[in-house]
């Protein structure tokens, strides 16, 4: 199981309108002060040796003072070292990334609401993707090459995905752990329920709902569902698709999408 949410920060540090600072930046400073080699830095922070000497010379020229006094070598690269005002910078900063790591370790002290942090921390996923529904997972189904997930919301609503055993197995997919479903609104197609001769269909996810309201466009729509279980979902369709089914808020319709059209996550 995934250990508790827990707030974590990410110094940055935006002069007006500028670009926010380069943490890697005071990194390669910090690592050529004990490793004297522009060679050794670089390897330290990720940086290739080009990638390095570039950024120290935009450090030196951003700096009122040299950050780095450089040496030219043989074959390999010359050497490297801070100056005097490069060893105050760095200071300075590692100051800062104390104080930004205290202030993270109160919080998380003393907010009490992991649930909470668990929510927010959902909302840092930036996806193209417009339906995101978070719920557990309740079922597994292991292939040869696919695994069958299946997900269940809060409000009882379940999502079937195939994905990749591969896949599954990266993501940690068992029963129990919580994960991310995501479902593009152009891959739902709508449909109206009939109960003198329903439809029968391939695909594995039908959820029912209630049309809350709709976007029309020049070609498409968006249409907006209020699902039985209480959550939402949006689809793209075309207008004359929402004249056909007669669609309208209030009426009741089903999304229908297929399960290799279901991306999971899960929190890292």
Not at 6 to 17: C, D, N, T, V, Y
Not at 161 to 173: E, K
Not at 212 to 228: K, M, Y
Request: hydrophobic content about 45%; overall charge positive.
């Amino acid at each position: 199981m995934a250990g508790k949410p827990r707030l974590e920060a990410q110094l940055s540090i935006r002069p007006g309108e500028g670009a926010p600072f380069r943490k890697r930046w005071m990194d390669l400073l910090g690592s050529l002060e004990s490793e004297a080699s522009i060679t050794a830095a670089a390897r330290a922070v990720g940086l290739s040796y080009k990638a390095a000497w570039d950024a120290i010379a935009a450090m030196n020229n951003l700096s009122p003072d040299p950050l780095v006094e450089r040496s030219v070598g043989g074959r390999g690269g010359g050497g490297a070292r801070l100056t005097a005002a490069g060893r105050r910078l760095v200071k300075t900063f590692r100051a800062v990334e104390v104080e930004s790591e205290r202030f993270v370790q109160r919080v998380n002290r003393r907010v009490r609401d992991r649930d909470g942090l668990a929510t927010l921390g959902r909302m840092t996923l930036l996806t193209s993707a417009r339906n995101h529904f978070v719920g557990r997972v309740s079922r597994v189904l292991t292939g040869a090459v696919n695994d069958e997930i299946e997900l269940t919301l809060p409000g009882g609503d379940r999502i079937v995905a195939v994905i990749t055993r591969g896949s599954s197995r990266t993501l940690g997919l068992k029963r129990g752990i919580e994960a991310v479903a995501l479902v593009k609104s152009s891959w739902i197609i709508l449909g109206l329920e009939d109960a003198v001769a329903p439809l029968k269909l391939s695909a594995r996810n039908c959820l029912r709902g209630t049309v809350r309201r709709i976007v029309p466009g020049s070609v498409n729509s968006e249409v907006e569902l209020e699902l039985a279980g209480g959550a939402s979902l949006v689809a793209v369709v075309t207008r004359e698709s929402v004249k056909a089914l007669g669609l309208a808020p209030g009426k009741g319709a089903s999304a229908i999408f297929k399960a290799s059209s279901v991306i999971l996550g899960v929190a890292g």
